[in-house]
């Protein structure tokens, strides 16, 4: 018997963790991803949140091989009457508790525009891991240290089920080559055992599932559920993402020390969400900041992200426009730490701002009040879906990642791989 193959759609974290789960369960996963790195949107993220047992038996490996660290800082909450107020003050004020209690199911996401930054603050600081070198690093760290073939640059244009072959047949555009290279030569057409669909545009894994044709005789039950699923995939993708801008803000060294924190979320601020002193994530806090400057990094709401890069429009309004908006809102919030005047805030010396038309999804296929697994599944067609649009966890990495793990340990299951 040949071992099974499998092909994994997306090299975000969902995907890279899928593929993790399945090679240590001595089954080689082929991923691809259509960007020319792997990470996905967790490129632009700050930290994972481990908060399920499943995550942090994982986030504790990883941080083993030095892929993860813990995120250790001063964080809170910046706005409103009290200036700041540290993590710890701000929980314990709100009556909030760590961790959901067993049987107690999890609460919903707090994915933007909440005040709480993808639940940064609903989690116990010892569950936050941040990535040195970023996510894309970590996934690259993870498929190298497991030895898993990855195709960059290489778009799944189509997923197709052969009831003939009983298999999957996938059209890849481009990304030609093993490892981790761009390449030419990928056959426009492979077959599979199974796919893991983690990419973040579920209508590849819709159209996947309405490529199923069933047998005479079919359970309509079956059928009228992977219709609904699939009409359900199509629907998150058209309805319910929405867009975030992040802007990398680079001070004068030493020009911000007297900020009072690292990290912290602006629940009353209707522009900006999150604010990152980028040296903290290497353990130095303001001390960390290199020779050319204290690196910040400012995520806005969503609906700041709206009003000024509507999806409707076209050409889009200049990106030096939003980033001097950006960093006018970042003046403001910090001014209370320079005299009170945006003005006395220091000039920074570079400023980019990054649009993320489809961020953050806004709900999840599955409620977060219905208990079950993070991940969707159709075994008879050796198929899962992951995301974190699938499940809600404490916070939208974390359940990515969960979804992922689950999916490659059910796909090695079907192979008889515990
Ligand atoms: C600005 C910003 C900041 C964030 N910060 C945080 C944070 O600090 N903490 C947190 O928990 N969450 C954060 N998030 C959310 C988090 O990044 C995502 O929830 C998580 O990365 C989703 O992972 P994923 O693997 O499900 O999907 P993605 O990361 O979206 O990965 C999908 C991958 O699939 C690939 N792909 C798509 N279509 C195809 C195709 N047809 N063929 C091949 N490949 C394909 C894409 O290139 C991509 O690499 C942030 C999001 C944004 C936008």
Known sequence: MPPPSVAVIGGGVGGTLASLALRSRGIAPTIFDSSSRLGGRSTAGHFLAARSPHVGDVTRTLEGAGLLRKWTGRFGVLGGKGGFIDAASFNLAQGKKKRPQPGEPDPPTPHTDTGDFCGFLDHSMEDVYCAPGGFSALCRGVVEMAGIETRLSARVEKAEWSEELGKWRLSVAGGGGGGEKEGEGAPAESTFDAVIFAAHDPSLAASAISS?????????????????????????????????????????????????????????????????????????????????????????????????????????????EVTSTV??????????????????????????????????????????????????????????????????AGSPGEAAAAAGLAAGESVARWFGEQ
């Not at 040296?279 to 050319?292: I, L, M, P, Q, V």
């Open 212 to 320: 199923i044709s069933l047998p005479p005789g079919h359970d309509p039950a079956v059928a009228s559920r992977l219709s609904t699923l699939s009409s359900d995939l199509r629907a998150l993708r058209l309805s319910r993402t929405s867009p975030v801008i992040t802007a990398r803000i680079t001070y004068p060294q030493g020009s911000l020390d007297r900020v009072p924190f690292d990290c912290a979320t602006l629940p009353a601020d209707p522009a900006l969400q999150f604010l990152v002193r980028e040296a903290s994530k290497a353990g130095g806090g303001a001390s960390g900041a290199s020779a050319e400057g204290d690196l910040w990094t400012a995520v806005t709401t969503s609906t700041f992200a709206k009003i000024h890069v509507p999806h409707t429009c076209s050409p889009l309004p200049p990106i030096d």
């Open 327 to 392: 960093v006018g809102g970042v003046s403001r919030s910090l001014a209370p730490f320079f005299g009170g005047a945006a003005s006395n805030v220091p000039t920074p010396l570079t400023a980019t701002a990054k649009v993320w038309r489809a961020g953050f999804t806004t709900s999840s296929l599955i409620p977060p009040t219905v208990p079950g697994e993070a991940v969707i599944e159709l075994e008879p067609w050796r198929m899962a879906v992951a995301g974190d649009f699938v499940r809600t």
